[in-house]
């Protein structure tokens, strides 16, 4: 599917999309827990439905509901084969997980996915007594248990969904763990992982997100959990109303865990105020001016980040690229590729990107199947000069699957073809 989208004044409500990370936290916690947990607004994305499939697989009972999951815990890791689909959170979960059984066990997954490395995971498991293969860090992993536990390092300098992935095991193995983490990014992740854990009933301690103390033979408690709204995906729509007009957005936490909630610096640091009531944020179009600013620990801030810089005058810096070349697309090279398509220029550098705002051309992008892609080329039609026309905009539902339609809502004219 291609969309036209054309420069729009915007003006309106909109409500925060679920968030896509805490929804599969608390699908696999609630997968792994004795009795049945109430999800309350779940993300509907492309990949908290992946989640939700491979709790059904594994012997969850899932009951749906228009704002609710009721899910019977159900855990069974000797299964042949465990596709995640695209979701690269839900992949690293289950390596981890599926390490658990004594059966060999195959993960895989669809599309994009497959095409991403996922890091230097197989060697911590290696460590603490599982059988792990694969392609140099592709998928599929073939994984064969059971985790004994154990003093185990892992290298947290690609990103923390792994990480994540042995603190819910570990508690579930036999012996007690002590995780040591080098280099740890997506630290704010991390604690989001730690806060569902524990209202599922597990308790880890930790010094300095670089030594976890885990103790083995814990047991996942079924828990109520409310899912906020994601940061990542709101950060859109609150750069488009910078932009292009005036938006009010809920449903999102000021105290959040999420690591994207650090649009709202970046926003400050551009020239634009956001008032805060509640849950509730109110956004304006502002004059923008360049800005510095560490994506590091918040990598998929980079496609707003970028389109918020290129419409603000002068030269904005970005750090933390070294952090993109394994998302759905190398998000910073691809961002340089389709943004350059509308004449913004776009300099990497080490882990530097420079951004020289100003002007944003119409013009047409390819989203590389990456929903953040797609969505920042979007906003960026907002201001341009012409309209933007996005091949593949369909792929957003990765992620956000109602975000054209909330764009709709708020005025942004919009072809679809």
């Excluded at 060697?123 to 985790?147: E, M, N, S």
């Excluded at 797609?374 to 992620?399: F, H, R």
Aim: glycine share 10%; charged share 20%; net charge neutral.
């Amino acid at each position: 599917m291609d969309i036209k989208v054309f420069p729009s004044e915007i003006s309106g409500e909109l409500r925060a999309p679920s968030s896509k990370s805490q929804t599969i936290r608390a699908i696999a916690a609630a997968m792994l827990a004795s009795g049945t947990s109430q999800i309350y607004y779940p993300s509907k994305c492309d990949d908290a439905l992946a989640m939700t499939g491979i709790a059904e697989t594994l012997g969850s009972k899932i009951s749906s509901f228009a704002n609710k999951l009721g899910i019977s815990g159900g855990f069974n890791p000797n299964l042949k084969t465990i596709n995640c689909g695209e979701s690269g959170l839900a992949a690293r979960l289950m390596i981890a997980l599926a390490s658990l059984g004594d059966q060999q066990t195959i993960i895989t997954g669809d599309g994009t996915l497959l095409k991403r490395h996922l890091g230097n995971i197989a060697q911590p498991l290696i460590d603490l007594g599982v059988k792990c293969k694969t392609t140099d860090g592709y998928l599929p992993f073939k994984i064969q248990g059971p985790l004994n536990g154990g003093l185990v390092e892992a290298d947290g300098s690609g990103g923390s969904q792994f990480i994540s992935g042995l603190l819910m095991a570990l508690p579930l193995a036999e012996n007690n763990s002590e995780l040591r983490v080098r280099s740890l990014k997506s630290i704010p992740y991390i604690d989001m992982t730690l806060e569902v854990l524990s209202k599922f009933g597990i308790n880890i301690q930790h010094k300095d997100y670089k030594i976890f103390k885990i103790n083995g033979n814990q047991k996942y408690l079924p828990a109520r959990l409310e899912i906020e709204g994601d940061w990542s995906g709101a950060s859109f729509p609150l750069v488009a109303g910078a932009l292009a007009g005036n938006l009010k957005i809920s449903g999102l936490n000021p105290n959040s865990r999420q690591a994207d909630l650090k649009i709202i610096s970046a926003l400050s640091l551009a020239g634009t105020a956001v008032e805060n009531k509640n849950d509730e944020f109110k956004i304006g179009k502002s004059k923008l001016n360049s800005y510095n600013f560490d994506a590091t620990h918040c990598p998929d801030l980079f496609p707003p980040l970028v389109v918020l810089a290129a419409a603000a005058k002068g030269k904005s810096k970005i750090t933390g690229v070294n952090r993109l070349s394994q998302k759905e697309s190398d998000r910073g090279l691809v961002l340089q590729k389709e943004m350059g398509k509308l004449g913004v220029q776009i300099d990497l550098a080490g882990d530097e990107m420079t951004v020289y705002g100003g002007q944003i051309n119409g013009g047409t992008i390819f989203s590389h199947h990456d929903h953040r892609i797609a969505m920042s080329g979007a906003v960026a039609a907002l201001v341009a000069d012409d309209p933007v026309i996005i091949q593949n905009a369909e792929c957003v539902s990765k992620s956000y699957p109602g975000f054209f339609d909330d764009m709709k809502k708020v005025g942004v004219k919009m072809e679809v073809f």
